[in-house]
């Protein structure tokens, strides 16, 4: 709240639990709500389709009700397209256009550390956070 009110936005904070919360984001009854995302598949799509799509708009998972008709055109086009360099610069233009009309502020994006000790082996770090430690064993002490 101070930090808001450092910037000159006064804001009434409630606190909803989660059911709640959703329900009335995708009602609009909010000028302002905190949320996160997390991806579970490393794709663009993955994050900007559900979240900034005039589609999530009109269902409500797009909380800012945010809708760019040329936006939603360059991410069904990358959808579609399988040149990945071509792919990767209909995401940048879609996404110019995302920070240019700013319908929302990411505060935050983490960076995920492991620390492991020698006696650890086989473990693999997931670029998307949910590592899988099937294959991870500590070694056998002599």
Sequence with gaps: QADLAAVGIQADIRVFE???????????????????????????????????SCAAAQSGENQAGWCDTKFDELIRQARAENDRETRAQLYRQALAIFHEQAPWIPLAHPRLFNVLTPEVEGFRMSPLGSNNFATTRLKAKP
Excluded at 26 to 50: A, R, Y
């Design 18 to 52: 989660w059911g709640e919360l959703i329900k009335r984001a995708k009602n609009g009854e909010h000028d302002l709500v905190f949320m996160g995302w997390v991806g579970d598949n490393g794709d663009p799509d993955n994050f900007l389709t559900p979240n900034l």
